[in-house]
Nanobody
Framework: QVQLVESGGGLVQPGGSLKLSCVAS????????IGWFRQAPGKEREGVSC????????DYLDSVKGRFTISKDNAKNTVYLQMNSLKPEDTAVYYC???????????????WGQGTQVTVSS
């Protein structure tokens, strides 16, 4: 059974950092794409970053480039999202998902985690 579990969210002040984790079970990372997405209240879901596990090809939403870093640990079947210099507009529920190609388009992803809340506020 494919399962993704996110963790690491929380409340942080503007300029702070958080590291999200996405632990996969029921499959090995292999040659897949793991994406991070977020959705704020009243807004559409948007792709934040993705990584293709076979060659570590990555992509980022323009507004997070230089602040967020996606990485993977195949041995732990885990993908991370290091978020630095956080801004209030980064506040959202963050989800990880499994897809077949490195795109930030959520429609290309098949399995989703339950999400973890990130709140950036003073």
């Amino acid at each position: 059974q494919v399962q993704l579990v996110e963790s690491g969210g929380g409340l942080v002040q503007p300029g702070g950092s958080l590291k999200l984790s996405c632990v996969a079970s029921g499959f090995s990372l292999g040659y897949l794409t793991i994406g991070w997405f977020r959705q704020a209240p009243g807004k559409e879901r948007e792709g934040v970053s993705c990584i293709r596990t076979g060659d570590s090809r990555t992509d980022y939403l323009d507004s997070v480039k230089g602040r967020f870093t996606i990485s993977k640990d195949n041995a732990k079947n885990t993908v991370y999202l290091q978020m630095n210099s956080l801004k209030p507009e980064d506040t959202a529920v963050y989800y990880c998902a499994v897809g077949s190609e490195p795109t930030l388009n959520w429609e290309h992803y098949n399995y989703w985690g339950q999400g973890t809340q990130v709140t950036v506020s003073s």
